[in-house]
């Protein structure tokens, strides 16, 4: 039995301490204090309080590692954000005789170093996006992306080399913009990643997100679970998660998975990861990165392989031979994943931060899963995101998990903050969606889907009535 | 012969009418929750009686109308639109009635023409019976109401208010409906509208029989109240003399001072000889099995004072006002100054003012007028508005004659004459602009309004956006039963609240525990279709009051108000506020108006100066010494 820090908050704390715990080892928990009565903080089977946060003492890497000594642990589990991605926080770990489940800090640097990971994939031949290494300091620089501009033509993404998630990231269209924002870029990319190195990428138009998710052990096996469509998007954030892509030529999608297999094997990775790809209205595919950590959207992956990604990564990094070999892998039905955030869509998303979930009731029933953190009772944060719970639905067919969906997202109840459920229930109603017609311009072009009606069924609001008549001993509209 | 039926052309419903052997019968049911249930009685119960009451055969059944309109947005939360279409789905056949005050409509005070007609269209799409009256009987307040429903080519019934005393002659009475006539033509039914149930059944008799006399071909529909316990006699008296419709109502609700009820009517002018026709006596019975039920739930608001009251010959008091004027005296504090009030002051009052009709808006003044003159001890030292403007004859022309100049000068002054030829006469009001009404609506409500919610907005703004705003936060409570929508002293624990909602979906509610925590916040746990929920409330501040100090007296308001700080001087609600920030002002300007017991009255300045700040805002209730707007006088 060994003992597992997991370096993380939210519903994927929750994610891999059930992971940990059903292969018997214990699970210790951190937090701050603003997550005392977290969820997390009750599954897990210790909890080592880090400081008053918020946020600050998730990301230090110091305390985090203290806490991983404290308790005795042998290894730590990053999770997404906070310090997945951060090679330092590998490095520590590793320095500190912990086994960090996820990559090597080798790896981790540099496939989080765009250029340098541009640079691993050209030598082994996997197509991309055209694009420029680190643009020359100063006046220099602005030549070199003018050059690029007139020989591939506009629009051009700007991009932080540092950068990632959908941050650092701007869409150029002309000279003078680029004249103008490319200074600003940098300013941006030092304040935000303390690194102003920025590069260029030729745009493609309304490409889809295709991603591949890969596992591989330590003794040279690369194993790929599939694809997954993130095309979904708001604001290069995803909301709507599926798999596997629903690019319908199996040749396509057979090359883009050896080409991630490839990617992989390049960059001697380790453990589980996600290649990210554009294809084009060509089907042509270009890669974009390499995600070194467990994703979001694993549960759609796992819902149509069978196969407990997180599980996995554990077992892996305690060196452990991967069980199954690539043609034991078999892809069956659909899956679909929603984030059912506390925010209000028709006010920009914006987080219900402060509100408190009176009422919870969550779906059941066949093909459904819930990766939630929410709980009756629940305060949304004002500090951390606003998740509340990920809803991931498995179907035979496509059409199948999409009335799945549409019947949990109906089971729902969620009385308090306002959530992304009213939105995600007109776009379960949208005839593309439905087609499965969509790329990462859908959202844009679908702007109407936010003009749903705030529904409040009469039961609600007569209960409403009913407990005021309670609570004041008349009915003060009546009297 | 035919039976009279919703849909039916009101000339072939006329010609039935006209050859009639036997009487027919209005039920009365809205005239009976306003008179004894303080107008309370809900959608729901009538609802539940629909079918009953259809089946039995009525001539009309009076669900519509009065003060009716008010309430049904202001207390029990229902568009009155939604009742009427919701009724007719349960009632094909049953024509509906409404009582329309003219000018007046459905509130306390003249509308413009064009919102008259524009009301009068919207709800002639639902009411085939349109009962019309004017408390001072001037024909021409009628006439945009006459005009629209004929227009609408329903059934249209002038009346003629009913009252007693040396003036209230047949001969008078005849000559009036020979004016409305002269208006209307002769395809109308005329009523005799006895709000008061005024009069002995000889008196009725010899009315009906006059004005039969005159008019043989003319149809008469007879209503009266029952206060004083002798309505069957003056409903007898007038089928027997040539009334063709009575009014009356279910036994199980009847009270004391709205109909009799029908079964009894029905078995008195049987003995008589007088059948009433298409009646299904049954179903009559049927109606008050149903109902019996229910009247528990209204308790709270059946009146104060139980039993019949005879006295109403001496104050004549509409069955109506009779209920609310009591509620009044007890939440007054003035009870004991009742029978000085009703037996003394009123009559007085209705004398001294002219001895015209205690219907609404005037039976309103006269109350209002009498209670001041008791309370005050200073008779007309405080008039209203309203009592203003009726002097003033803005209402139309003294029937009979006009008040003794002394209560004209003690109004208005010494320079009362000059004020009487200036201002004097009917009030000629200005149309709205509907278009721009509907725009204001809209803003308030955030979307576009319906036809139907322009109307009741036109007639009561703040009432209605508040009952709009009220259907889209709670839904359409109607579906609640009155043990439920009433229910006061809270539920029990564990108590299972069962009703359909407007979809006709079954719910249940369960009522669980009420906790208060650490922060005085209560929360209440209800059980809805098994699924628990939990609403928050927090205790309101009950040292607020006690903050705020003792009230201030009524010669300290007086005093603010001579140094420019304009107070509350009894609880009313703002109306209108005229004056604006930064604005001159003189002694006697309008600054504001404010309502109370259903009359406005103007805030007038008594200093000259400059509106500094204005402190409350249209729609507010305000309290006795609330802020209203600062004036600062100036230094010279």
Redesign the interface.
């Known amino acids: 039995m060994k003992k597992i820090l997991v370096a993380n908050r939210g519903e994927i704390a929750i994610r891999v301490i059930r992971a940990a715990q059903e292969l018997g080892h214990k699970a210790v928990a951190i937090y701050e204090t603003p997550d005392t009565e977290a969820l997390h903080v009750r599954v897990a089977d210790e909890a080592i309080w880090l400081g008053d946060g918020p946020r600050k003492d998730y990301l230090d890497i110091a305390k985090v590692i203290k806490a991983a000594r404290k308790s005795g642990a042998d290894a730590i589990h990053p999770g997404y954000g906070f310090l997945a991605e951060n090679p330092e926080f590998a490095k520590a770990c590793e320095n500190a005789g912990l086994v960090f489940i996820g990559p090597t800090s080798e790896v981790i640097t540099n496939l989080g170093n765009k250029v340098i990971a541009r640079e691993i994939m050209a030598a082994a031949n996997i197509p991309m996006v055209p694009g420029t290494s680190n643009l020359s300091p100063g006046d220099e620089g602005l030549q070199e992306a003018l050059a690029f501009a007139s020989e591939y033509g506009y629009p051009i993404m700007l991009k932080a080399t540092a950068g990632g998630g959908g941050r650092g990231i701007r869409r150029i269209d002309n000279d003078s913009q680029m004249r103008e924002e490319l200074p600003m870029a940098r300013t941006e990319a030092k304040a935000a990643f303390d690194n102003d190195n920025v590069y260029l990428e030729k745009v493609v138009i309304n490409p889809k997100h295709v991603e591949v998710q890969i596992i591989a052990d330590s003794f040279g096996e690369v194993v790929h679970l599939g694809t997954r469509d993130c095309s979904i998007q708001r604001r290069n954030q995803k909301l709507v998660e599926i798999a596997p892509s629903l690019i319908q030529d199996q040749s396509i999608i057979e090359s883009i998975c050896e080409t991630a297999v490839k990617a992989a094997q390049a960059s001697n990775y380790t453990n589980a990861g996600t290649v990210e790809f554009l294809v084009d209205k060509d089907m042509k595919y270009y890669f974009m990165e390499i995600n070194t950590r467990i994703q979001v959207e694993h549960t759609v992956t796992e819902m149509v392989t069978g196969i407990d990604i997180v599980r996995t990564q554990i077992k892996l990094a305690f060196g452990k031979k991967l069980l199954f070999k690539q043609e034991e892998v078999k892809i069956r039905g659909h899956a679909i994943e929603m984030r059912i955030n506390a925010e209000d869509p028709k006010n920009n998303f914006m987080p219900e931060g402060g509100k408190t979930v009176?009422?919870y009731?969550s779906p059941g029933g066949y093909g459904v899963r819930l990766d939630g953190f929410v709980y009756q009772g629940y305060t949304i944060p004002e500090v951390y995101d606003s998740l509340l719970v990920k809803l991931t639905v498995h179907g035979y067919s496509w059409n199948e998990t999409v009335d799945r969906l549409r019947r949990c997202l109906k089971n729902f109840?969620i009385?308090g903050p306002k959530t992304t459920i009213p939105f995600y229930l007109e776009l379960v109603d949208d005839p593309d969606f439905q087609k499965g017609d969509f790329d990462t311009s859908y959202l844009e072009m679908h702007a109407h889907l936010l003009d749903y009606e705030e529904q409040n069924t009469?039961?609600?609001?007569?209960?409403?009535?009913?407990?005021?008549?309670?609570?004041n001993?008349?009915?003060t509209?009546?009297? | 012969m035919k039976r009279i039926v919703h849909g039916m052309h009101y000339k072939e419903a006329l010609q039935i009418l006209r050859q009639a052997d036997g009487y027919y019968l209005t039920n009365t049911a809205r005239d009976l929750s306003q008179s004894d249930f303080k107008n309370?009685i809900l959608l729901h119960t009538d609802l539940l009686a629909a079918e009953s009451r259809e089946n039995a055969n009525y001539f009309s059944l009076e669900i519509t109308g009065g003060a009716s309109v008010h309430v049904d947005i202001l207390?029990?939360?229902v568009d009155p639109f939604l009742k009427l279409e919701l009724l007719r789905e349960k009632m094909p056949n049953t024509m509906f009635q409404t009582l329309c005050r003219g000018v007046n409509l459905f509130g306390y005070r003249p509308y413009p023409q064009n919102v008259i007609r524009f009301a009068v269209r919207e709800f002639a799409k639902y009411v085939d019976v349109w009962r019309v009256f004017d408390f001072m009987n001037h024909v021409p307040n009628m006439q945009a109401v006459f005009e629209e429903v004929q227009l609408a080519e329903k059934i249209l019934e002038p009346s003629i208010c009913f009252s007693t005393g040396p003036e209230h002659s047949d001969e008078f009475y005849v000559g009036k409906v020979q004016e409305i006539l002269a208006v209307t033509g002769e395809d109308i039914i005329l009523c005799i509208k006895n709000h008061g149930g005024l009069g002995t059944p000889k008196r009725i008799g010899e009315l009906v029989a006059a004005i039969k006399h005159k008019y043989p071909e003319l149809v008469i529909h007879y209503h009266g109240h029952n206060t004083d316990g002798n309505d069957i006699g003056r409903i007898t008296a007038a089928v027997l003399n040539g009334a063709t419709i009575v009014d009356a109502s279910d036994h199980a609700f009847t009270g004391y001072y709205g109909p009799p009820p029908l079964l009894s009517v029905i078995h008195t002018l049987k003995d008589y000889g007088k059948e009433a026709i298409d009646l299904n006596e049954d179903a009559v019975i049927e109606s008050s099995e149903v109902l019996r039920n229910e009247r528990d739930h209204y308790e709270?608001f059946e009146s104060q004072f139980k039993g019949f009251s005879p006295t109403v010959q001496i104050h004549k008091l509409p069955g109506g006002a009779m209920g609310s004027s009591f509620e009044q005296a007890v939440k007054g504090r003035f009870l004991d100054k009742m029978p000085t009030i009703l037996h003394d002051e009123l009559p007085k009052v209705q004398i001294e003012l002219g001895n015209w009709w205690s219907v609404t808006p005037g039976s309103q003044i006269l109350w209002t007028t009498a209670v001041t003159n008791v309370l005050e001890k200073d008779r007309y030292g405080n008039p209203s508005g309203d009592l203003k403007n009726l002097l003033l004859g803005k209402y139309g022309p003294f029937p009979f004659y006009r008040p003794a100049d002394w209560i004209y000068e003690k109004v208005f002054g010494t320079g009362w004459q000059n004020l009487l030829a200036d201002e004097g006469g009917v009030e000629d009001i200005e149309d709205m602009d509907i278009d721009k009404e509907r725009q204001v609506l809209a803003d308030r409500l955030g979307h576009k309004p319906t036809e139907q919610q322009l109307v009741t907005y036109l007639q009561h703004p703040n009432d209605a956006v508040n009952f709009f705003k009220?259907e889209e936060?709670?839904?359409?409570?109607y579906?609640?039963p009155p043990s439920?929508?009433?229910?006061?002293?809270?539920?029990k624990l564990g108590e299972s609240?069962m009703?359909k909602?407007?979809?006709g979906?079954e719910?249940v509610?369960e009522?669980g525990p009420?906790q208060k925590n650490e922060k005085s916040e209560?929360s209440?746990y209800?059980n809805?279709?098994h699924?628990?929920?939990?609403?928050?409330?927090k205790e309101e501040a009950k040292e607020g009051a006690a903050a705020a100090g003792p009230q201030l007296s009524k010669k300290e308001i007086e005093d603010l108000a001579k140094a420019g700080d304009m107070r509350a001087t009894y609880s009313c609600n703002v109306c209108e506020i005229v004056a604006k920030e930064d604005e001159e002002v003189a002694v006697g300007d309008k600054l504001a108006v404010v309502e109370a017991m259903k009359m406005q009255t103007p805030v007038v300045s008594q200093v000259a100066g400059t509106v500094v700040e204005i402190q409350a805002k249209v729609g507010d209730a305000l309290k006795v010494g609330d802020k209203i707007l600062k004036i600062i006088t100036e230094v010279e």
């Open positions: 009176d009422i009731r109840v009385i009469e039961i609600n609001k007569l209960a409403k009535l009913i407990a005021e008549i309670h609570y001993e008349e009915n509209y009546a009297v | 309370r207390r029990k939360q709270y009220f936060e709670f839904g359409k409570v579906v609640l439920i929508f009433l229910r006061r002293g809270g539920y609240l009703f909602d407007h979809d979906k719910h509610i009522i009420k209560w209440i209800l809805v279709d699924q628990e929920r939990n609403y928050t409330f």
